[in-house]
């Protein structure tokens, strides 16, 4: 799936087959791999990395060569307009190729004539003085090429990557950084913009739970301990993240306490932000808020959390208080259901007599239990002490 709505790829790959043909065929599959194929396996893991997800990007690569003689097959030519982003090998190769000329009007003709941002360049080699297509015409290309001592050019990575080549490694980093941030770009524009949230009730036999905001290690347990009360049908707020003044702050976080049941939060070894309006930081803000709500509480950190390395006292104060939980966050997430369920039901009193019931009055009830008591006492001691 593309990182880019709307669009099968994000990034389609075009090049000439002649630039993918290893120089060296031996045996192991790394070395048998030609220059494209590698370049573009690199430039795949770089970019998510980037992105912060190995599979985020899709990248469509021709690998099994489904090119005809003349023209695009379907098949290319259906993934070309469905690509956000092309990419172009460009070398001699390419230049000389009908078919790779034929993949750039393409793409062109899919962008309305214009493809802008969306086409990028990567230059394998010099093109010995041969005019570039038109449509890469004043476009900044990425050079993966040298000149030498000699004034010969000479590309990078041949016949393989060696890790003393750092230009070859920083130019696709490059790649990679302007590729993520033109998909970034892209996810925005083609993403709807979200109707402002509504503040949650609690649905019938549901309660919502107030998941505090956490500093920046802890984030992921968070988003873990928000998806495992959403799988029970556990509304959880606040649903956005706050602004960072302190009057924001504290009127979002008012609003979203109010229609809790229970302020849950996480705490780790660093305070976090704590700017002048806010010196004690906003994981004391929050539960001061809590607090002045008289919500229930229930705090977690972490067993290896090792309080002599917290150097800050305001900081240690809050791990230390008696609210917090030193378990695993497994033990801590079945403590907040157990903490959102609904009190048991008091159990029906019955009196064989037909005397009382649940409906009698509670003094009349407490009355008939201590005369039954007392009765029971006599029956077995033979006499009845009031202590």
Same mark, same amino acid.
């Given at each position: 799936?593309?990182?880019?709505?709307?669009?099968?790829? $994000?990034?389609?790959?075009?090049?000439?087959?002649?630039?993918?043909?290893?120089?060296?065929?031996?045996?192991?599959?790394?070395?048998?791999?030609?220059?494209?194929?590698?370049?573009?396996?690199?430039?795949?893991?770089?970019?998510?990395?980037?992105?912060?997800?190995?599979?985020?990007?899709?990248?469509?690569?021709?690998?099994?060569?489904?090119?005809?003689?003349?023209?695009?097959?379907?098949?290319?030519?259906?993934?070309?307009?469905?690509?956000?982003?092309?990419?172009?090998?460009?070398?001699?190769?390419?230049?000389?190729?009908?078919?790779?000329?034929?993949?750039?009007?393409?793409?062109?003709?899919?962008?309305?004539?214009?493809?802008?941002?969306?086409?990028?360049?990567?230059?394998?080699?010099?093109?010995?003085?041969?005019?570039?297509?038109?449509?890469?015409?004043?476009?900044?290309?990425?050079?993966?090429?040298?000149?030498?001592?000699?004034?010969?050019?000479?590309?990078?990575?041949?016949?393989?990557?060696?890790?003393?080549?750092? $230009?070859?490694?920083?130019?696709?980093?490059?790649?990679?950084?302007?590729?993520? $941030?033109?998909?970034?770009?892209?996810?925005?524009?083609?993403?709807?913009?979200?109707?402002?949230?509504?503040?949650?009730?609690?649905?019938?036999?549901?309660?919502?739970?107030?998941?505090?905001?956490?500093?920046?290690?802890?984030?992921?347990?968070?988003?873990?301990?928000?998806?495992?009360?959403?799988?029970?049908?556990?509304?959880?707020?606040?649903?956005?993240?706050?602004?960072?003044?302190?009057?924001?702050?504290?009127?979002?976080?008012?609003?979203?306490?109010?229609?809790?049941?229970?302020?849950?939060?996480?705490?780790?070894?660093?305070?976090?932000?704590?700017?002048?309006?806010?010196?004690?930081?906003?994981?004391?803000?929050?539960?001061?808020?809590?607090?002045?709500?008289?919500?229930?509480?229930?705090?977690?950190?972490?067993?290896?959390?090792?309080?002599?390395?917290?150097?800050?006292?305001?900081?240690?104060?809050?791990?230390?208080?008696?609210?917090?939980?030193?378990?695993?966050?497994?033990?801590?997430?079945?403590?907040?259901?157990?903490?959102?369920?609904?009190?048991?039901?008091?159990?029906?009193?019955?009196?064989?007599?037909?005397?009382?019931?649940?409906?009698?009055?509670?003094?009349?009830?407490?009355?008939?239990?201590?005369?039954?008591?007392?009765?029971?006492?006599?029956?077995?001691?033979?006499?009845?002490?009031?202590?």
């Amino acid at each position: 799936m593309a990182f880019i709505p709307g669009y099968e790829h $994000d990034v389609f790959v075009s090049y000439a087959h002649v630039d993918d043909q290893p120089l060296i065929a031996s045996v192991g599959r790394e070395h048998s791999s030609g220059w494209v194929s590698t370049l573009f396996r690199q430039l795949k893991n770089e970019l998510g990395q980037k992105i912060g997800r190995d599979d985020a990007a899709s990248i469509w690569f021709d690998s099994h060569n489904l090119r005809g003689n003349h023209k695009l097959t379907d098949e290319i030519a259906a993934r070309i307009e469905r690509a956000a982003i092309f990419v172009a090998v460009l070398s001699p190769g390419y230049v000389a190729s009908q078919w790779c000329q034929d993949e750039v009007r393409l793409f062109t003709r899919s962008c309305g004539g214009d493809p802008g941002r969306r086409l990028f360049v990567i230059e394998k080699t010099s093109l010995d003085g041969e005019p570039a297509p038109a449509a890469f015409a004043d476009r900044r290309a990425y050079r993966f090429w040298y000149p030498d001592r000699a004034e010969q050019p000479r590309t990078f990575a041949v016949p393989q990557p060696h890790p003393d080549e750092i $230009d070859y490694f920083r130019q696709i980093e490059d790649v990679a950084r302007d590729l993520r $941030d033109l998909c970034r770009a892209m996810r925005v524009e083609h993403t709807p913009a979200p109707a402002a949230p509504a503040i949650v009730q609690p649905a019938p036999g549901a309660s919502a739970a107030f998941l505090a905001e956490v500093t920046d290690d802890l984030e992921f347990r968070r988003e873990e301990v928000r998806r495992y009360l959403e799988q029970q049908s556990v509304p959880v707020l606040p649903q956005t993240t706050y602004p960072l003044g302190r009057a924001e702050f504290e009127r979002a976080l008012g609003a979203d306490l109010s229609n809790s049941r229970l302020f849950v939060q996480l705490l780790g070894p660093a305070a976090g932000k704590r700017p002048p309006d806010i010196p004690g930081g906003y994981g004391w803000l929050q539960l001061e808020g809590a607090h002045r709500r008289r919500l229930p509480i229930l705090q977690w950190r972490s067993p290896d959390l090792i309080l002599d390395t917290v150097e800050w006292p305001r900081h240690r104060e809050l791990l230390e208080l008696e609210t917090v939980q030193v378990t695993t966050l497994e033990s801590f997430k079945q403590a907040i259901i157990a903490a959102l369920a609904p009190p048991p039901t008091p159990p029906q009193l019955h009196d064989t007599s037909g005397r009382w019931s649940s409906s009698t009055p509670k003094r009349g009830i407490e009355r008939s239990l201590t005369r039954s008591a007392a009765r029971s006492a006599i029956a077995s001691n033979g006499a009845y002490r009031c202590s």
